[in-house]
């Protein structure tokens, strides 16, 4: 089939948003090509099989805990592609040292029992905050997450203070149980990328515990979602090459025309969309075609710092925690978080993340997919996904070092935690660094989270007051990537706000609701 070279909007990255993004502009009208750099599009969204062939694992993007929030599921009908989620009815857990463990539940009734048991002021301010939240979502998706965001603070005055805060400075001050106030930074950490002390970032503490029942994982796999909505644009009749990598974004006369492939072909556009970071997009364009001084600022755009360190397992049998001696509920959460038991341990940790060392603090997200969904392994087996916080680089050492010996380190000490995750039950074992997460996936090299979720680069300041928009200075160049508002993990949020504007610079049809 002869390709013409001409699209209304020419898309670059197959990642979550660039997915998003085209399946938008497709139901608009638009003629949308989408290119991606990898073998598979998804980006993150990603299923693979590194340990044993039949054992599925999710090495990328796995958390999704704003379905509720973000209607691009059903304004897409992508369960039209067979993408699905689950919803565990127990969410997360906090297992304590001293056998005990806070559980988090879908349903509020029984998460503040369980925060009851912590303390009777807890469970009222968790309450509290939950109503209040609760409250401002539906005027925080529509305002923030998809017109492009207004520097405005939430509208509820209790709310409106905790957003000049720290997590850690809210927390202290509305909560006394450090289980319960260490449970809420591990929720602001993955997925919101947010550390304890991050400055104007406090009122996430009121969005972690309204969101803190509406974790779901993908059906069948991240992938499967890539996969589905890779068919969803073929079907709308756009277009999407993988192993399709842009080496420059073709500017005539000041304006973004269109792309030039690896291999000299080019593309032209009426728009062309960027999913990557703001400096990537500006080298790709060519820096000249940008102020001196803008480019200088986009170079102090600061990166998250911290990165992850991933073990997957393949297990006979599925975990059996100590504290489930105690709430056999534990059992069935969908994730965990392992050995931060108070502020003063998420202290302790980022004292040697920011130091480069390698981190002696057990600080895991840990998740057994295939406890909530049985199609992730072999029939009768389990997968495990364990994410240990770690600096991106190490101090005086390589990660390639490290990786079979820290591996057996976070293997050991979730073990401490789950004594049946004996030699005997892991059937098999691998591990990624940060390095092979950004050999993989290059435009994590900003970051997890696409650059850091602090409070000057959140919202409408994110990445600068003047990119928030997402325009550039380059008339038809758009940036729609997670270094794009409104940060704090919420993807596909940039795709939807970059729909809007896309919709309104070329004529669209803009068929979604209003939110």
Request: proline residues 6%; contains cysteine.
């Amino acid at each position: 089939m002869a390709y013409e070279n001409r699209w209304d909007v020419l898309v670059i990255g197959a990642g979550l948003n660039g997915l998003t993004l085209a399946n938008y502009l497709l139901k608009s009208g638009l003629k949308v090509m989408v290119l991606e750099r990898r073998l598979e599009s998804g980006g993150g969204l990603a299923s693979e099989e590194p340990t044993i062939t039949g054992f599925w694992h999710n090495t990328g993007h796995y958390v999704f805990d704003t379905i509720n929030l973000l209607p691009f599921h059903k304004e897409l009908d992508l369960e039209e592609v067979n993408i699905s989620f689950v919803h565990p009815e127990v969410q997360s857990a906090l297992p304590l040292g001293d056998g005990r463990a806070l559980v988090i539940y879908k349903d509020l009734k029984r998460t503040l029992e369980s925060v009851t048991t912590f303390s009777r002021k807890d469970a009222a301010a968790w309450q509290r905050l939950h109503r209040a939240a609760s409250a401002e979502m539906p005027e925080f998706s529509g305002a923030l997450l998809r017109q492009p965001p207004k520097p405005a603070p939430p509208k509820s005055g209790d709310l409106a203070r905790l957003s000049l805060m720290s997590p850690r400075e809210v927390l202290d001050e509305v909560f006394e149980s450090e289980a319960v106030k260490s449970l809420i930074l591990h929720h602001l950490l993955i997925p919101r990328g947010v550390a304890y002390d991050y400055s104007g970032t406090g009122h996430f503490v009121a969005f972690a515990i309204a969101q803190a029942g509406q974790g779901q994982l993908v059906h069948e796999g991240s992938h499967e979602m890539a996969q589905g909505m890779w068919t969803a644009i073929l079907k709308r009749g756009g277009d999407i090459w993988d192993m399709t990598e842009v080496t420059q974004i073709l500017v005539e006369k000041g304006r973004a025309v269109g792309v030039e492939l690896m291999g000299g072909r080019r593309m032209y556009g009426r728009a062309v969309v960027s999913t990557i970071d703001p400096a990537g997009t500006f080298r790709l364009a060519g820096d000249r075609q940008v102020k001196p001084e803008l480019l200088e600022r986009v170079a102090r755009f600061r990166p998250d710092e911290f990165s992850l360190f991933t073990v997957h397992l393949a297990l006979k049998a599925p975990p059996r925690f100590q504290a489930a001696a105690v709430n056999p509920d534990v059992n069935q959460a969908y994730r965990y978080g392992i050995g931060l038991e108070s502020v003063a341990d998420h202290e302790a940790l980022w004292g040697e993340v920011r130091s480069g060392e390698l981190p002696t603090r057990v600080a895991m997200f840990v998740s057994f997919p295939s406890v909530h969904d049985p199609s992730q392994a072999v029939p009768g087996h389990h997968t495990a996904l364990i994410w240990q916080v770690v600096p991106r680089h190490l101090r005086g050492r390589d990660w390639k070092n490290e990786r079979q010996g820290y591996m057996a380190t976070c293997i050991d000490r979730l073990r401490r935690y789950v004594p049946n995750l004996s030699h005997e039950n892991i059937m098999g074992a691998t591990a990624m660094t940060p390095d092979d997460m950004v050999a993989k996936w290059t435009n994590l090299a900003v970051g997890l989270f696409g650059g850091r979720n602090a409070g000057g680069q959140l919202g409408a300041f994110r990445p600068l007051p003047e990119l928030a928009g997402y325009r550039t200075p380059i008339p038809g160049l758009y940036l729609a990537g997670a270094s794009m508002p409104p940060g704090a993990g919420l993807s596909p949020a940039p795709a939807m706000a970059c729909a809007e504007v896309l919709a309104t610079d070329l004529k669209a049809k803009r068929w979604w609701a209003k939110h």
